[in-house]
């Protein structure tokens, strides 16, 4: 199985991008489906995650902002992202809780996006 993400760039302050993650492989089922980053010279931190019976989260820094939703037909995660801001300039990942159609269990991460926001 693997996740491929897309989407990123460059973008001006204040202004809107959306990533997309597709899953592929021997799915079975994908519970959990969520989006990490990791800028330069940080830890990666979770910015948002959904489930298959919990609600979204979000980190408080993109609360209000950002918007992460799935296609469970075509096994994708999006995150769509506004109010953008400097501080939102990372590699963002995204990850995925797979089970295959032989049985075995996944944490899945995709190779990641870079998104730059410009003042």
């Known amino acids: 199985v693997q996740l491929q993400a897309c989407g990123g760039g460059s973008v001006q302050a204040g202004g809107s991008l959306r990533l997309s993650c597709a899953a592929s492989?021997?799915?079975?089922?994908?519970?959990?489906m969520g989006w990490y980053r990791q800028a330069p010279g940080k830890q990666r931190e979770l910015v948002a995650g959904?489930?298959?019976?919990?609600?979204?989260n979000y980190s408080d820094s993109v609360k209000g902002r950002f918007i992460i939703s799935r296609d469970n037909a075509k096994n994708t995660v999006y995150l769509q992202m506004n109010s953008l801001k400097p501080e939102d300039t990372a590699v963002y990942y995204c990850?995925?809780?797979?089970?295959?159609?032989?049985?075995?269990?996944?944490?899945?991460w995709g190779q990641g996006t870079q998104l730059t926001v410009s003042s």
């Open positions: 492989g021997s799915i079975f089922s994908i519970d959990y």
């Open positions: 959904m489930s298959s019976v919990v609600s979204p």
């Open positions: 990850n995925a809780d797979i089970r295959t159609t032989w049985g075995s269990r996944h944490d899945s």
